[in-house]
C-alpha cells in the first residue's frame, strides 16, 4: 500500500517562488570578474619545478674528520603560475619560475599533472614558453593587447600564490610604464596593478574584464602591499613569437646612443620639462637613422609611456626585438615629432667593425678561441695591456671557439655597458671588464 503526501497549493507557489529569487539572485551575482574566473581559469596552470643543489655537508664529524667537507645534492622544489595560449599546450610562464629547473611539470585545472619541456626562455624580459603534450586540445586564454589600458579599470590575477591553486584576486590598474629594479637589473614598461599578488602568482595572467590576457605577473615589492607588477601583453606577444622561432630573442638593432639630459641642456634646447633623454650619436646605416632620429633630438616617449632618463631609455631600447615597429615621441626644434622605428637585427658583417671602435681589437679565429692580431693605441683594450698574441676564450662567459660563437656573444653584449672577456696568455688565463 502506497503513501501519499499532500501539498497544499500555497505550499507549492512559495517553493517555487524562492527557487525563483534564488536563481535570479545567482544570476545578479555573476558579475564580470565572476564571468571572466569562469571562462579563464581552465587556461590557468600550477607550475612546478625541481632544481638540483648542491651544499657542503659539515653536519657529520667523523665524515669531516677522515674525508673533508662531504658534497650533499638535494632537491629543491619550487613553484609558479602560467597560462595556456594555445590549444596545442603552449603555456607561457616567467623565466624565474624555471630557472635552473632540472625537471619542470604543470598541473592542470582539471588536475592532470604533466611534463613540459623550454621551447625558449629570456632572462632579460622574465619570460618563458613551455611546451606539453596532452590528448586533445586544450583550454586556453585569448592574449590580448596592453596599448589601450586605461588607469583605474578593474584587473583580474589568477595564479597559485603560496602553493594556493585557482586563487583569484581583483584590482585596478595602477599605472602603466613603472620601472623595476631587482639588485643590479631593471626591469621596464611594467604594468602596475594592486590586485594581490604574491609568490606563487609569477608567470599567471592579468586579466581585463573581457577575459583577454593583458599581463604576464611577474614582480611584487615585498616591503609593500598591493604593489604588483605584471609584464604588458604586447610585450608578451612579441617575446613569445621570438622564443617560438628561435629559442631565444633576438638582440635587436637600434642604433641610437643617449645621455642624461641636464637642465641646462635643455633649457638651452627649448625643453621645459624635467624627463627625456638626449641622443649623443646615431650610427651609420642603422635603423634610427633610416627613420629619421638626428643627433641632439630629444627622446620624450616609447610606446605609450614617457621617458624618464637615459637609463630608462637605454634599459628600453635592450628590451625591443627585431621587426617590431615601436612609436616614439621626440621634442626637435621647439617640436614635438612622432618617429616610427622598426629594429632590425644587428648585421653580422659590422661586428669586427663594433670591436675595433669600442674596444680596440682585432681578432682572428683559431681552433680554440679568438687570437689577437691588433690593438689599437689609446683603447679599451691597450689600457688594460692586451696585446697581439694573446687569445680571448670566451666572452661574457661564452665560448668563442668559432667565428660565429664569437659574433653572436658580441652581438649579444652590444646592450651592456660592459663586456667580461677570459683571455689566454701563454699557459695563464685571466678575466678582464671593459667598457662597451
Given at each position: 500500500?502506497?503513501?501519499?503526501?499532500?501539498?497544499?497549493?500555497?505550499?507549492?507557489?512559495?517553493?517555487?517562488?524562492?527557487?525563483?529569487l534564488?536563481?535570479?539572485?545567482?544570476?545578479?551575482?555573476?558579475?564580470?570578474?565572476?564571468?571572466?574566473?569562469?571562462?579563464?581559469?581552465?587556461?590557468?596552470?600550477?607550475?612546478?619545478?625541481?632544481?638540483?643543489?648542491?651544499?657542503?655537508?659539515?653536519?657529520?664529524?667523523?665524515?669531516?674528520?677522515?674525508?673533508?667537507?662531504?658534497?650533499?645534492?638535494?632537491?629543491v622544489?619550487?613553484?609558479?603560475?602560467?597560462?595556456?595560449?594555445?590549444?596545442?599546450?603552449?603555456?607561457?610562464?616567467?623565466?624565474?619560475?624555471?630557472?635552473?629547473?632540472?625537471?619542470?611539470?604543470?598541473?592542470?585545472?582539471?588536475?592532470?599533472?604533466l611534463?613540459?619541456?623550454?621551447?625558449?626562455?629570456?632572462?632579460?624580459?622574465?619570460?618563458?614558453?613551455?611546451?606539453?603534450?596532452?590528448?586533445?586540445?586544450l583550454?586556453?586564454?585569448?592574449?590580448?593587447?596592453?596599448?589601450?589600458?586605461?588607469?583605474?579599470?578593474?584587473?583580474?590575477?589568477?595564479?597559485?600564490?603560496?602553493?594556493?591553486?585557482?586563487t583569484?584576486?581583483?584590482?585596478?590598474?595602477?599605472?602603466?610604464?613603472?620601472?623595476?629594479?631587482?639588485?643590479?637589473?631593471?626591469?621596464?614598461d611594467?604594468?602596475?596593478?594592486?590586485?594581490?599578488?604574491?609568490?606563487?602568482?609569477?608567470?599567471?595572467?592579468?586579466?581585463?574584464?573581457?577575459?583577454?590576457?593583458?599581463?604576464?605577473?611577474?614582480?611584487?615589492?615585498?616591503?609593500?602591499?598591493?604593489?604588483?607588477?605584471?609584464?604588458?601583453?604586447?610585450?608578451?606577444?612579441?617575446?613569445?613569437?621570438?622564443?617560438?622561432q628561435?629559442?631565444?630573442?633576438?638582440?635587436?638593432?637600434?642604433?641610437?646612443?643617449?645621455?642624461?639630459?641636464?637642465?641646462?641642456?635643455?633649457k638651452?634646447?627649448?625643453?621645459?620639462?624635467?624627463?627625456?633623454?638626449?641622443?649623443?650619436?646615431?650610427?651609420?646605416?642603422?635603423?634610427?637613422?633610416t627613420?629619421?632620429?638626428?643627433?641632439?633630438?630629444?627622446?620624450?616617449?616609447?610606446?605609450?609611456?614617457?621617458?624618464?632618463?637615459?637609463?630608462?631609455?637605454?634599459?628600453?631600447?635592450?628590451?625591443?626585438?627585431?621587426?617590431?615597429?615601436?612609436?616614439?615621441?621626440?621634442?626637435?626644434?621647439?617640436?614635438?615629432?612622432?618617429?616610427?622605428?622598426?629594429?632590425?637585427?644587428?648585421?653580422?658583417?659590422?661586428?669586427?667593425?663594433?670591436?675595433?671602435?669600442?674596444?680596440?681589437?682585432?681578432?682572428?679565429?683559431?681552433?680554440?678561441?679568438?687570437?689577437?692580431?691588433?690593438?689599437?693605441?689609446?683603447?679599451n683594450?691597450?689600457?688594460?695591456?692586451?696585446?697581439?698574441?694573446?687569445?680571448?676564450?670566451?666572452?661574457?662567459?661564452?665560448?668563442?671557439?668559432?667565428?660565429?660563437?664569437?659574433?653572436?656573444?658580441?652581438?649579444?653584449?652590444?646592450?651592456?655597458?660592459?663586456?667580461?672577456?677570459?683571455?689566454?696568455?701563454?699557459?695563464?688565463?685571466?678575466?678582464?671588464?671593459?667598457?662597451?
Amino acid at each position: 500500500m502506497g503513501v501519499e503526501c499532500y501539498m497544499p497549493p500555497m505550499t507549492s507557489h512559495l517553493l517555487l517562488l524562492t527557487f525563483s529569487l534564488v536563481t535570479s539572485d545567482v544570476a545578479n551575482r555573476r558579475n564580470q570578474v565572476v564571468q571572466v574566473v569562469e571562462k579563464v581559469s581552465p587556461a590557468v596552470v600550477y607550475v612546478g619545478t625541481v632544481q638540483v643543489v648542491e651544499t657542503r655537508a659539515r653536519n657529520r664529524a667523523v665524515d669531516l674528520f677522515f674525508f673533508g667537507p662531504q658534497e650533499e645534492r638535494r632537491a629543491v622544489e619550487g613553484l609558479g603560475s602560467g597560462v595556456i595560449i594555445d590549444p596545442s599546450g603552449l603555456i607561457v610562464t616567467n623565466d624565474h619560475v624555471i630557472r635552473g629547473a632540472s625537471e619542470i611539470h604543470v598541473v592542470l585545472a582539471d588536475g592532470r599533472q604533466l611534463n613540459a619541456e623550454v621551447i625558449g626562455s629570456d632572462s632579460d624580459a622574465d619570460l618563458a614558453v613551455l611546451k606539453v603534450n596532452a590528448r586533445g586540445a586544450l583550454p586556453a586564454a585569448k592574449l590580448g593587447t596592453s596599448s589601450d589600458l586605461m588607469i583605474g579599470e578593474t584587473l583580474i590575477a589568477i595564479g597559485s600564490p603560496l602553493g594556493l591553486k585557482k586563487t583569484v584576486t581583483a584590482g585596478v590598474l595602477s599605472a602603466l610604464g613603472r620601472t623595476v629594479r631587482d639588485g643590479d637589473r631593471v626591469f621596464n614598461d611594467f604594468l602596475q596593478t594592486d590586485a594581490s599578488i604574491n609568490p606563487g602568482n609569477s608567470g599567471g595572467p592579468l586579466l581585463n574584464v573581457d577575459g583577454e590576457v593583458v599581463g604576464i605577473n611577474s614582480a611584487i615589492i615585498a616591503s609593500a602591499q598591493n604593489i604588483g607588477f605584471a609584464i604588458p601583453a604586447d610585450k608578451v606577444r612579441r617575446i613569445v613569437e621570438e622564443l617560438k622561432q628561435f629559442g631565444k630573442v633576438r638582440p635587436a638593432w637600434v642604433g641610437l646612443d643617449v645621455r642624461p639630459l641636464t637642465m641646462e641642456l635643455a633649457k638651452r634646447l627649448g625643453w621645459d620639462r624635467t624627463y627625456g633623454a638626449i641622443i649623443s650619436s646615431i650610427e651609420e646605416g642603422s635603423p634610427a637613422q633610416t627613420a629619421g632620429f638626428q643627433r641632439g633630438d630629444i627622446v620624450t616617449q616609447v610606446g605609450s609611456t614617457q621617458v624618464e632618463s637615459a637609463d630608462d631609455l637605454s634599459s628600453r631600447l635592450r628590451g625591443l626585438t627585431a621587426k617590431s615597429t615601436v612609436h616614439f615621441g621626440v621634442f626637435r626644434g621647439g617640436q614635438e615629432l612622432a618617429i616610427n622605428l622598426t629594429p632590425s637585427e644587428f648585421p653580422h658583417a659590422l661586428v669586427d667593425t663594433t670591436v675595433w671602435e669600442r674596444l680596440g681589437l682585432r681578432l682572428k679565429a683559431t681552433g680554440r678561441g679568438m687570437h689577437v692580431t691588433s690593438v689599437r693605441p689609446n683603447s679599451n683594450a691597450a689600457e688594460v695591456g692586451l696585446a697581439p698574441g694573446d687569445v680571448v676564450v670566451r666572452i661574457n662567459q661564452q665560448p668563442v671557439t668559432s667565428v660565429e660563437a664569437y659574433r653572436e656573444a658580441i652581438i649579444q653584449a652590444r646592450g651592456k655597458r660592459s663586456v667580461l672577456l677570459l683571455v689566454q696568455r701563454g699557459k695563464v688565463g685571466y678575466y678582464l671588464t671593459l667598457p662597451f
